[in-house]
């Protein structure tokens, strides 16, 4: 019986001492990415070029157009500018599958990995980079086997290898190619993750202006918005992407865990992300007088969807595997 007692005590006190070391790293984190935030001056990327027509076809994400494409609770967009096709992220293939959802929605929609030259990681969490295993290995994959990407180039913010893409570490704004930008990485801290840099694509479209397209939005649509006017001199048009407001319900569900309503908010996992929170992006995102919006499924619930499509009435567009938005 004391024998029981003692050893009992003792997990308690491990699981107190890690659960406030997960604490103490989590702050710690956050006072960084503020000094980081405030320090900052991003250099000013002036006449970047423009793009005449732009399309963003979701090869991945948690709602699909039609049956016969896979939906599922991760993110890869493909980015048509212009001649130049550039993936952004390669899903989270969660059943680990060859080929994965990714490869079989491409196939589906004929789209050729050939044509594709260009791979733009937002940040490297499992529903971004293929899966747990890549997230560990700091590396990207498609599909559970390494597809060869050796015609493509890597666009990462955090350092990541690859067997054959050739990577390009992004730790600033910086032109890809004409009209096509990173906005360069801003740090958040999440508690049990640690800190991570995300990096937002930016795509400058001819007679409408920016179009900001994000993964997770770990980064706050504030800082997005923020550092894409500091460092470029068009308006903005458009938000494309993930925003993580999963006020209702948690996509993704770990050990019966709502993962997504306890970490990756940017607070801590007793504090929620709520309505009003959601209420008060909207009421940012109104000030900024868009022609464009579109929020991923995959980080954010159900009742969010439904505020920013009756908010946005008339410029709100539907972000589902298979429906192409063409700017
Ligand atoms: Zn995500
Ligand atoms: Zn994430």
């Not at 990485?185 to 508690?191: G, T, V």
Request: with cysteine; glycine share 8%; aromatic share 8%.
């Amino acid at each position: 019986m004391a024998i029981s007692l003692i050893i009992s005590g003792t997990v308690l006190i491990f699981i107190f001492m890690g659960f406030g070391i997960l604490c103490l790293r989590y702050s710690l984190n956050k006072k960084q990415a503020d000094q980081e935030w405030s320090a900052h001056v991003p250099e000013k990327l002036s006449n970047f070029g423009s793009i005449e027509s732009l399309t963003i076809l979701p090869l991945i994400d948690w709602y699909a157009v039609k049956e016969t494409l896979i939906g599922e609770c991760g993110v890869s967009w493909l980015i048509q500018a212009d001649r130049n096709n550039i993936l952004l992220d390669t899903g989270a293939n969660m059943k680990k599958q060859d080929p994965s959802p990714l490869l079989r929605n491409m196939k589906t929609l004929n789209i050729d990995l050939k044509e594709v030259q260009h791979l733009f990681i937002s940040h490297p969490h499992m529903d971004h980079v293929g899966g747990i295993a890549s997230q560990k290995a700091r590396t990207v994959k498609l599909s559970t086997d390494d597809t060869d990407l050796s015609r493509m180039t890597l666009y990462t913010s955090t350092p990541m290898t690859h067997p054959s893409a050739k990577v390009v570490l992004i730790d600033k704004p910086r032109v890809l190619m004409p009209g096509v930008a990173s906005e360069g990485p801003i740090s958040r801290s999440l508690f049990g993750m640690g800190m991570i840099r995300e990096q937002a694509l930016v795509v400058n479209v001819t007679g409408k202006g920016l179009v900001l397209i994000a993964g997770c939005g770990h980064q706050g649509v504030e800082k997005i918005f923020e550092r894409a006017e500091a460092v470029f001199d068009e308006p903005i048009f458009g938000f494309v992407g993930g925003l993580h407001y999963p006020v209702t319900e948690s996509r993704m569900k770990m050990m019966g865990l709502p993962v997504q309503k306890l970490l990756g908010t940017g607070k801590l996992p007793w504090q929620k992300i709520t309505r009003d929170e959601v209420k008060e992006s909207i009421a940012f995102l109104k000030s900024k007088n868009l022609g464009l919006i579109s929020i991923s499924a995959h980080d954010s619930c159900d009742w969010t969807l439904d505020r920013f499509r009756k908010e946005f009435k008339g410029i709100y567009k539907e972000l589902k595997v298979g429906l192409p938005i063409t700017i």
